[in-house]
């Protein structure tokens, strides 16, 4: 993991993020058995713990460095159940810097090294004493030519981060949780709109009652366009130079425009955006939010959102001031009162927080260790499906299916963890139709003969492993893990299999937000002992 495939002498990410601190001594155990495996890792040994967490954002527009400490505590009695983030501290934030291109398409990853370490100079902290994070790339850092070479610049880091390359609907959510949206519509109930302008792309969330229902992206941002101080065209995005085509102005690279010009294209932007909101179908990157109905609450995040609030005053040289302005004189074309700003800027950058389970062996159904584990960064994905009462195969295939869309991801070709909480009879009728569900809803996995992962709330793992992999023959190797809480948004290791007990050690990291919505709140009265 520490060595540094890059160009010798470039300087990269991968330099800042490798470190020997990252192996915790419990991993080197993960492959033989201990007399007390319970005090091999201290996690066990104590309800709080705190981690140093950095999350980096490199968004078409800006990139930011983010330093956390998370306070995690145990909520449940008994050794087994979950540590929940109770508290996030922001130990540094670096400034907001614009993600610096070498050219009108190709990002700069030296220049966006040197951000980075700018970023732990200024905390002050080295990064063998960082305990996880988080990479992630957003809106139009994703189609430049070398998102590719920063892509594999982060998976070379590895080890404790989780990387994550974000496509529209994930990139909605993680705004909506990050902006405050999500926690506004938990604690008052409310259906919230929450509207996130980058630099390339507006990210659309609805929220019900803390939960996000729907998302979409529309193709308008602040940073199509950049100009110079004597107002001549410095970067023209391909859409940029479509969205000024519609608003009636033919502009090249290099061309000379007046303020009133931008003025007049901003406004034409804002006037775009407010009909697509409403519904209007050209402008969308995915397909439209289907109910707008009854919105109780407006949110704006992202840079442009700073404008809408009137928390930012500077010019950039691009169209977001202009367009957080010509928006917020449009403010009564949306669906509902304009709530007060939570995270803007920031939304999308967020922590990732990390700690260890172990899982007793009684519960693991593992068709073949050495193919199946160990396994590191598997997103795990939470389909919506009632599991009680009798089980709908169709419907089960049909939320996979769905699940895999929302999170811009391709049902074979990337390798996942499916989590569900089973409840009700574990009888064999059930399990079937739950299991033939799987079959449909991993039809490609299994005609690859890929690995399946599955994790449940519940006590039917045996059985249910036992059903696909014996009674069915699929080829696909199958592991099956029970009594494991998982929601969508955390990745997950697998350790090796543990010998003679049994045991799977199941590393969970969650991506954190400011402030996490999913905390269970009716254990309040835990944080007073």
Sequence with gaps: MGTNKGKKGAHTLADHLHGEGYDHDHDHDADHEHDSPIEENALWLQDNISLVSVGIDIGSAGTQVIFSRLHMRRMGEDLSSRYFVVKRETLYQSPVALTPYASETRIDEEAIGRIIDAAYAGAGLHP????????????????????????????????????????????????????????????????VLNIDIGGGTTKLALIEHGRVLETAAIHVGGRLLVADAESRITRLDPQGRSLARQAGFDWQPGAKISPAELDELAAWMAEALCRAILGERQLYLTEPLKDLRAIDGVMFSGGVGEY???????????????????????????????????????????????????????TVYVSEPGALLPRKNLQVLQPPVRLEGPIDAAKVAAAIAAHFDAFDLVEGETEVALAFKWRGEPSFERLSAFGEGLRRGLANTIQKENPIYLILEGDVAQTLGAILKEDWGLRSEVLVIDGVALRDFDYIDLGRIRVPSNTVPVTIKSLVFGQDPRVPHRHAHHHHH
């Excluded at 990479?135 to 892509?151: C, F, M, P, S």
């Excluded at 700003?341 to 899982?359: H, N």
């Design 308 to 362: 809408v609030y009137g928390r930012e005053q500077r010019d950039f040289g691009d169209l977001g001031r202009r367009l957080g302005l010509a928006l917020k004189r449009r403010l009564d074309r949306l669906p509902g009162k304009l709530l007060p700003a939570g995270e803007c800027i920031r939304a999308t950058a967020f922590g990732a927080s990390e700690y260890s389970v172990q899982l007793s062996g009684n």
């Design 128 to 191: 063998d004493s960082i305990d996880t994070g988080s990479v992630i790339l957003t809106g139009e850092a994703l189609r430049r030519e070398n998102a590719q070479a920063i892509g594999e610049l982060l998976a070379e880091i590895g080890g404790e981060f989780v990387c994550a390359t974000a496509g529209h609907h994930m990139e909605a959510m993680l705004a909506a949780y990050g902006s405050g949206a999500a926690k506004v519509s938990h604690d008052r109930g409310w259906r």
